[in-house]
């Protein structure tokens, strides 16, 4: 039975400065980030959209920014209010870990909005454009987890091949879920993504396809997860996750039904 590696967060220290892994994987999304942003404007529908390299460096800004503060928030609001309201100083200390994708998605969402008033974009044109670059990203987030030994996932049958061992929580044979995560909800939704916004699709198609995409890979993944608290309806358990999953599968949904009512086509460029 594997064992879970428990390596040390540090990844480098010198003095006083601790340079941690799971802020080196945040590095590595947004250089990712930069990096396929590059190859997507390339593509001659995006191209022809007026997309240029300049656009990246100034989206890369605002999104940072979305993903610090809207994680952090979001993981303080919708997972463990009353930790933080008993630990208010904790709510920065960012580098531990412990951020909210959805929440991060929201400060996105936000960021993107001031971002595309201020160039003349239209919201939708914008979130069409970076969606396929946001799964790799949340992948590296997920590794990071792995490597701080958090998101245990739930007791697993000993007889699983990669059944792992979480020292820092029992000695029950657990499912990795960070590693779920990262190949299902990251590395499986980029590459359908990917395929998929190759091609010119209609306004708001790329964008339902990740919401929807996301949605449901991070629903499915959840069950493997120890949930942070779950919730009863209707005879229904859930987990907090899954509940938060559910608005980006509706969303996802209708986003798609309108697009498609449309043909397709592309936002002409800005200015």
């Known amino acids: ?9 540090i990844a480098l220290a010198i003095g006083p400065l601790a340079i941690r892994w799971y802020g080196l994987m945040y590095l590595l999304a947004f250089a990712q980030f930069i990096a396929l942003g590059r190859v997507r404007i390339g593509q001659p529908h995006i191209a022809q959209a007026g997309w240029r390299r300049e656009d990246l460096d100034d989206m890369l800004f605002y999104g940072v920014l979305g993903v610090i503060i809207g994680g952090r928030l979001g993981e303080v609001l919708f997972y463990a209010p009353l930790h933080y309201l008993s630990h208010p100083l904790e ?12 929440g991060g ?20 044109d914008v979130m069409d ?17 792995f490597i701080n030994a958090e ?26 879920s960070p ?8 590395l499986l939704l980029f590459i359908i993504l990917w395929l998929y916004a190759r091609k010119p699709r209609p306004r708001l198609a790329v964008s339902g ?19 942070d608290y779950e919730v009863h309806f209707a005879g229904i358990t859930i987990s907090a996750g899954q509940m938060l999953s559910v608005p980006m599968i509706v969303l996802g949904i209708v986003l798609l039904a309108v697009a498609y009512r449309s043909p397709p086509a592309h936002a002409p460029a800005a200015g």
């Open 1 to 9: 039975m594997l064992i879970h590696p428990m390596p040390d967060p």
């Open 91 to 102: 709510i920065f200390a960012v580098w531990k870990g412990g951020m909210s994708f959805h």
């Open 105 to 124: 998605f929201l400060g996105v969402l936000l960021a993107m909005l001031i971002w595309s008033r201020r160039t003349g974009r239209r919201l939708m």
């Open 129 to 145: 454009f970076i969606a396929p670059l946001v799964p790799l990203g949340y992948a590296a987030g997920r590794i990071g987890n």
């Open 151 to 176: 998101l245990p996932g739930r007791v697993a049958d000993a007889s699983l091949p990669w059944a792992m061992i979480w020292p820092n929580v029992d000695q029950l044979p657990r499912h990795p």
């Open 179 to 186: 590693i779920y995560q990262a190949l299902v909800d990251g």
């Open 209 to 227: 396809l990740f919401s929807l995409g996301y949605g449901c890979a991070r629903f499915f993944t959840e069950y493997f997860r120890t949930p």
